[in-house]
Protein backbone atom coordinates (compact mmCIF):
# COMPACT_ATOMS: atom_id res chain seq x y z
CA UNK A 1 0.00 0.00 0.00
CA UNK A 2 1.39 3.03 -0.93
CA UNK A 3 0.66 6.26 1.48
CA UNK A 4 0.42 10.34 0.25
CA UNK A 5 0.40 13.26 2.36
CA UNK A 6 0.73 16.76 1.61
CA UNK A 7 1.35 19.67 3.32
CA UNK A 8 1.89 23.32 2.73
CA UNK A 9 -1.35 24.52 1.35
CA UNK A 10 -2.67 28.03 2.29
CA UNK A 11 -3.91 31.59 0.59
CA UNK A 12 -1.32 34.08 -0.43
CA UNK A 13 -1.50 37.30 -2.42
CA UNK A 14 -0.43 37.49 -6.15
CA UNK A 15 3.03 37.44 -6.65
CA UNK A 16 3.66 35.74 -3.45
CA UNK A 17 5.31 32.58 -2.88
CA UNK A 18 3.92 29.05 -1.24
CA UNK A 19 6.38 25.78 -0.57
CA UNK A 20 4.06 21.97 -0.78
CA UNK A 21 5.46 18.87 0.30
CA UNK A 22 4.45 15.56 -0.04
CA UNK A 23 5.52 12.36 1.73
CA UNK A 24 5.42 8.77 0.44
CA UNK A 25 5.22 5.97 2.84
CA UNK A 26 4.36 2.12 2.22
CA UNK A 27 5.24 -0.02 -0.21
CA UNK A 28 7.98 2.71 -2.39
CA UNK A 29 10.23 0.10 -3.99
CA UNK A 30 7.99 0.13 -7.56
CA UNK A 31 7.39 3.98 -7.63
CA UNK A 32 9.11 5.31 -10.22
CA UNK A 33 7.36 8.97 -10.09
CA UNK A 34 5.92 11.33 -8.15
CA UNK A 35 4.49 14.41 -8.71
CA UNK A 36 1.93 17.12 -8.42
CA UNK A 37 -1.74 17.66 -10.15
CA UNK A 38 -4.14 20.58 -9.30
CA UNK A 39 -8.07 21.27 -9.99
CA UNK A 40 -9.37 24.10 -9.84
CA UNK A 41 -13.29 24.50 -9.15
CA UNK A 42 -15.60 23.51 -11.90
CA UNK A 43 -12.30 21.77 -13.98
CA UNK A 44 -10.74 19.04 -14.40
CA UNK A 45 -7.77 17.74 -12.95
CA UNK A 46 -4.56 18.54 -14.87
CA UNK A 47 -0.79 17.92 -14.05
CA UNK A 48 1.67 20.53 -13.13
CA UNK A 49 4.88 19.00 -12.21
CA UNK A 50 6.62 15.71 -12.06
CA UNK A 51 9.84 14.19 -11.01
CA UNK A 52 11.25 10.93 -11.36
CA UNK A 53 12.68 8.61 -8.46
CA UNK A 54 16.04 7.80 -10.04
CA UNK A 55 19.00 9.09 -10.18
CA UNK A 56 18.43 11.19 -13.32
CA UNK A 57 15.82 13.17 -11.16
CA UNK A 58 14.55 14.15 -14.23
CA UNK A 59 11.23 17.04 -13.86
CA UNK A 60 8.50 18.11 -16.25
CA UNK A 61 6.18 21.05 -15.75
CA UNK A 62 3.03 22.50 -17.16
CA UNK A 63 3.87 25.15 -19.57
CA UNK A 64 2.09 27.90 -17.96
CA UNK A 65 4.13 27.36 -14.59
CA UNK A 66 7.70 26.86 -15.60
CA UNK A 67 10.16 29.52 -14.75
CA UNK A 68 7.81 29.88 -11.68
CA UNK A 69 7.26 26.90 -9.40
CA UNK A 70 9.98 24.17 -9.24
CA UNK A 71 9.35 20.24 -8.51
CA UNK A 72 12.56 18.56 -6.09
CA UNK A 73 12.67 16.09 -3.77
CA UNK A 74 14.94 14.74 -0.65
CA UNK A 75 17.68 12.66 -0.56
CA UNK A 76 16.09 9.41 0.09
CA UNK A 77 13.19 10.35 -2.33
CA UNK A 78 10.30 10.10 -0.25
CA UNK A 79 9.50 13.94 -0.15
CA UNK A 80 8.55 16.03 -2.81
CA UNK A 81 8.15 19.49 -2.78
CA UNK A 82 6.52 21.94 -4.99
CA UNK A 83 8.26 25.77 -4.90
CA UNK A 84 5.46 28.11 -6.22
CA UNK A 85 6.82 31.77 -6.30
CA UNK A 86 5.09 35.05 -8.32
CA UNK A 87 1.78 33.08 -7.72
CA UNK A 88 -1.28 33.83 -10.01
CA UNK A 89 -4.68 33.97 -9.13
CA UNK A 90 -4.99 31.63 -11.87
CA UNK A 91 -2.81 29.00 -10.02
CA UNK A 92 -5.95 29.12 -7.12
CA UNK A 93 -6.18 25.09 -7.16
CA UNK A 94 -6.51 22.03 -4.32
CA UNK A 95 -3.33 20.42 -5.03
CA UNK A 96 -2.82 16.99 -5.46
CA UNK A 97 0.32 14.70 -4.65
CA UNK A 98 0.66 11.78 -6.54
CA UNK A 99 3.09 8.35 -7.16
CA UNK A 100 2.96 6.57 -10.41
CA UNK A 101 4.33 2.65 -10.76
CA UNK A 102 7.22 1.51 -12.67
CA UNK A 103 5.62 0.94 -15.79
CA UNK A 104 2.23 2.34 -15.79
CA UNK A 105 1.65 5.54 -17.33
CA UNK A 106 -1.03 7.21 -15.23
CA UNK A 107 -1.02 8.39 -11.72
CA UNK A 108 -1.77 5.48 -9.75
CA UNK A 109 -2.07 6.64 -5.89
CA UNK A 110 -3.21 9.96 -4.84
CA UNK A 111 -2.98 12.51 -1.93
CA UNK A 112 -5.88 14.10 0.15
CA UNK A 113 -5.37 17.27 -1.67
CA UNK A 114 -4.26 20.74 -0.63
CA UNK A 115 -5.68 23.58 -1.07
CA UNK A 116 -3.89 26.76 -2.40
CA UNK A 117 -6.16 30.35 -3.06
CA UNK A 118 -4.19 33.14 -4.78
CA UNK A 119 -6.08 36.48 -4.26
CA UNK A 120 -5.18 40.03 -5.83
Known amino acids: QVRLVESGGGSVQAGGSLKLSCTLS????????MGWHRQAAGQGREMVAT?????????HYQDSVKGRFTISQDNLKTTAYLQMNSLEIEDTAVYYC????????????WGQGTQVTVSS
Open 98 to 109: AARRCGDVAYNF
Open 26 to 33: GTMYNICS
Open 51 to 59: ITRDDAQTT
